[in-house]
């Protein structure tokens, strides 16, 4: 499987961007997708899970500004990311499991991993 990330870039604090990663290859195997994020200098962090049946899960601070959503039919995954401030500075990747979604959001498993895409908020 691989997992091709695109629509990172720059924007202006409070700004919006939506991210979207396309999946390839023997996708049948994947359950369970989902965003991550790592700073410089900073763990990676989960920002969201999703399972090919639509339930979506979210990390704590990412309520409400950003939405996780999946085109099962076009094998891509999005993130709807609103009301950026700089503190959401970061690489961006997507993730694919064969996993369930809890073990995916819980113990961060995955199987497949993206290159990732640049977002960057200025202030």
């Known amino acids: 499987v691989q997992l091709v990330e695109s629509g990172g870039g720059l924007v202006q604090t409070g700004g919006s961007l939506r991210l979207s990663c396309a999946a390839s290859g023997s996708i049948f195997s994947i359950n369970a997708m989902g965003w991550y994020r790592q700073a410089p200098g900073k763990e990676r962090e989960m920002i969201a899970a999703i399972s090919s049946g639509g339930a979506a899960y979210y990390g704590d601070s990412m309520k409400g500004r950003f939405t996780i959503s999946r085109d099962n039919a076009k094998n891509t995954l999005y993130l709807q990311m609103n009301s950026l401030s700089p503190e959401d500075t970061a690489m961006y990747y997507c993730?694919?499991?064969?996993?369930?979604?809890?073990?995916?959001?819980?113990?961060?498993?995955?199987?497949?991993w993206g290159q990732g895409t640049q977002v960057t908020v200025s202030s």
């Open positions: 993730a694919a499991c064969k996993c369930y979604i809890a073990t995916m959001f819980e113990r961060g498993d995955y199987d497949y």
